[in-house]
C-alpha cells in the first residue's frame, strides 16, 4: 500500500509492453474476458440527472464501437471502484474533519453518479460490478485522504490517456465531461491534505499540464492495491 499513499508511478510501469499488448486486444462486453484480455487474469479491475442525458443518442451500446464499448467499460471499472470506496467512508463514519467529511459526501455523489451515467450508456454491455476490500483505509482519516488523493489523480490520468482512443464524438463529449470533475476532486483533496503546502506533490496544481496513462498502466496499478477482490 506504500506504493498507492506515497504516489503512482503509472509511467513505470509495464515497461516490457507485455500488459500493453494485452489491453490493446480488449473488445468485450463481458467482465471476465474484459478483465482477463486486459492482462490481469481473474481480478476484477479497476467517474444528476441532467448529466445522464449527455449521451441521448446512444442509449442502444450496439451504436458504439467495440472499442469505445472497452473504454467505457475500463471507465466503468475505475468508477465502481472510486464510488464504493467513498460510499464506503460515508458511511463507517470514522471522518471527523468537516472539510474532509464534506469532501467524502459530494464525491460519493458525483461518483455515484459517474456510475450511474456510463451504466445508463452501457447498457446490457455494461461490466459487473466488482468486490471490494479497501484494507482499513476508508476507517482512518488520513489513510482516506491519501487514498482519495491516489484515486482522483489515478482517474484522471486514466480518462485523459483514452482521449486519444475515442472514435465516437458523443463518447468523447460523455468522458470530457467527467475528466474535469476528477481533476478538480483530485485538488480538492490536496489542498485538503496539504493546505497550504508548497511542494510539486502539495500543490493542487503542480504544473500548467497534464499527462494521461494507458489502459495498462492504470489496470496494472488498481490491481496492485490490492482493493479488487477475486471473483
Given at each position: 500500500m506504500s506504493e498507492l499513499h506515497g504516489g503512482l508511478p503509472l509511467s513505470k510501469i509495464d515497461k516490457d509492453g507485455a500488459v500493453a499488448e494485452a489491453a490493446a486486444k480488449v473488445a468485450t462486453d463481458t467482465r471476465s474476458g474484459f478483465l482477463r484480455?486486459?492482462?490481469?487474469?481473474?481480478?476484477?479491475?479497476?467517474?444528476?440527472?441532467?448529466?445522464?442525458?449527455?449521451?441521448?443518442a446512444l442509449a442502444d451500446a450496439a451504436a458504439i464501437p467495440a472499442s469505445d464499448i472497452a473504454i467505457l467499460n475500463f471507465a466503468l471499472t475505475l468508477e465502481y471502484?472510486?464510488?464504493?470506496?467513498?460510499?464506503?467512508?460515508?458511511?463507517?463514519?470514522?471522518?471527523?474533519?468537516?472539510?474532509t467529511v464534506r469532501f467524502a459526501s459530494v464525491v460519493s455523489q458525483h461518483e455515484a453518479?459517474?456510475?450511474?451515467?456510463?451504466?445508463?450508456?452501457?447498457?446490457s454491455k455494461a461490466?459487473?460490478?466488482?468486490?471490494?476490500?479497501?484494507q482499513g483505509t476508508t476507517a482512518d482519516e488520513g489513510m482516506f485522504q491519501a487514498?482519495?488523493?491516489?484515486?482522483?489523480?489515478?482517474?484522471?490520468?486514466?480518462?485523459?490517456?483514452?482521449?486519444?482512443?475515442?472514435?465516437?464524438?458523443?463518447?468523447?463529449?460523455?468522458?470530457?465531461?467527467?475528466?474535469?470533475?476528477?481533476a478538480r476532486h483530485a485538488a480538492w483533496i490536496r489542498d485538503i491534505r496539504f493546505a497550504g503546502g508548497t511542494t510539486?506533490?502539495?500543490?493542487?496544481?503542480?504544473?500548467?499540464?497534464?499527462?494521461?496513462?494507458?489502459?495498462?498502466?492504470?489496470?496494472?496499478?488498481?490491481?496492485?492495491?490490492?482493493?479488487?477482490?477475486?471473483?
Open positions: 484480455k486486459a492482462g490481469i487474469g481473474g481480478v476484477a479491475v479497476i467517474g444528476g440527472t441532467a448529466f445522464l442525458g449527455a449521451l441521448p471502484l472510486e464510488s464504493a470506496f467513498y460510499a464506503e467512508a460515508v458511511a463507517g463514519g470514522a471522518l471527523s474533519d468537516p472539510d453518479d459517474h456510475v450511474a451515467f456510463l451504466k445508463s450508456v452501457l447498457g461490466v459487473a460490478t466488482p468486490t471490494f476490500d479497501f487514498t482519495a488523493d491516489a484515486l482522483e489523480n489515478t482517474g484522471v490520468h486514466a480518462y485523459l490517456g483514452q482521449v486519444p482512443n475515442i472514435k465516437t464524438p458523443a463518447v468523447l463529449l460523455g468522458a470530457g465531461r467527467i475528466l474535469p470533475i476528477e510539486v506533490e502539495q500543490t493542487p496544481a503542480p504544473g500548467a499540464f497534464e499527462d494521461g496513462f494507458t489502459m495498462a498502466a492504470i489496470l496494472a496499478t488498481v490491481k496492485a492495491t490490492g482493493f479488487i477482490t477475486p471473483a
